[in-house]
C-alpha cells in the first residue's frame, strides 16, 4: 500500500465550476499537509500549506485536512482555466518537512 | 525561477554514462533536495542537505551520489547511468529558521533520457 493514494484523473470541468481533490494516507506520523500545483514541463509551487488538522482558506482554495480519517481535500471555487495543472498532495512528519511524500497528482483540465 | 537554477534542462544519456546535474541556488537558504519525478507519478526525495558538508539519503538514493561544498550549490551525479534513472529531476531549497517550517521552492527540472 502507498503511503499516500491521490486519484490521477484527468478531471475535466467546465469554467466556474467547484473543483474537489483528495488524497489519503497510511501514516498517522503525517503532521504537515500542503498541496502544489505543477504546471505543464513546470517545478511544483507551493499552492496551500495546512499543520494538522482542520481548514484553511486561500481565496478561491480550500484546503482541508481530517487526520481521524487520513484524509484531505483541496477545493477550488470558481474555477478558471488558468487553474488546468497537475494537483501533487504532499506531507511531512514532523521534523523535516522538506522531506516530503507526494500523492501521484491529479490532471484538471479547466474548459473555458 | 524561484531563486535556482537547474542545468542541463535536457540531457540524453548512454547506459553507463555518468554525468552530474547542477543545481543553484541565490536566496542563502540552508536545506537543499533533489527529487525525482516519473511520467504520471509524484516525486521521490533522492537526497538532501541541511547544510554546507551536510548530506543524507531520501526514499530513493541509489545510483546517485551528491555533495554540497558551498551553500549556494547542490550538484547530483549519477554514475553508470541505467534506464530506469529516466526521469525529470527537481532541485529545491528551504529556508528554515528555528521551528519555522519554510515552502520548498522548486527549480523547472533536468529532464534526463537514458538510453
Known amino acids: 500500500q502507498k503511503e499516500v493514494e491521490q486519484d490521477p484523473g484527468p478531471l475535466s470541468v467546465p469554467e466556474g465550476a467547484i473543483v474537489s481533490l483528495n488524497c489519503t494516507y497510511s501514516?498517522?506520523?503525517?503532521?504537515?499537509f500542503m498541496w502544489y500545483r505543477q504546471y505543464s514541463r513546470k517545478g511544483p509551487e507551493l499552492l496551500m500549506y495546512t499543520y494538522s488538522s482542520g481548514n484553511k482558506e486561500d481565496g478561491r482554495f480550500t484546503a482541508q485536512v481530517d487526520k481521524s480519517s487520513k484524509y484531505i481535500s483541496l477545493f477550488i471555487r470558481d474555477s478558471q482555466p488558468s487553474d488546468s495543472a497537475t494537483y501533487l498532495c504532499a506531507m511531512a512528519r514532523s521534523g523535516n518537512t522538506g522531506k516530503l511524500i507526494f500523492g501521484q497528482g491529479t490532471t484538471l483540465q479547466v474548459k473555458p | 525561477n524561484a531563486g535556482v537554477t537547474q542545468t542541463p534542462k535536457f540531457r540524453i544519456l548512454k547506459i553507463g554514462q555518468s554525468m552530474t546535474l547542477q543545481c543553484t541556488q541565490d536566496?542563502?537558504?540552508?536545506?537543499m533536495y533533489w527529487y525525482r519525478q516519473d511520467p504520471g507519478m509524484g516525486l521521490k526525495l533522492i537526497y538532501y542537505s541541511v547544510g554546507a558538508g551536510i548530506t543524507d539519503k531520501g526514499e530513493v538514493p541509489n545510483g546517485y551520489n551528491v555533495s554540497r561544498s558551498t551553500t549556494e550549490d547542490f550538484p547530483l551525479r549519477l554514475e553508470l547511468a541505467a534506464p530506469s534513472q529516466t526521469s525529470v529531476y527537481f532541485c529545491a531549497h528551504q529556508e528554515r529558521k528555528g521551528s519555522n517550517t519554510g515552502e520548498l521552492f522548486f527549480g523547472e527540472g533536468s529532464r534526463l533520457t537514458v538510453l
Open positions: 501514516n498517522s506520523a503525517f503532521q504537515y
Open positions: 536566496m542563502n537558504h540552508n536545506y
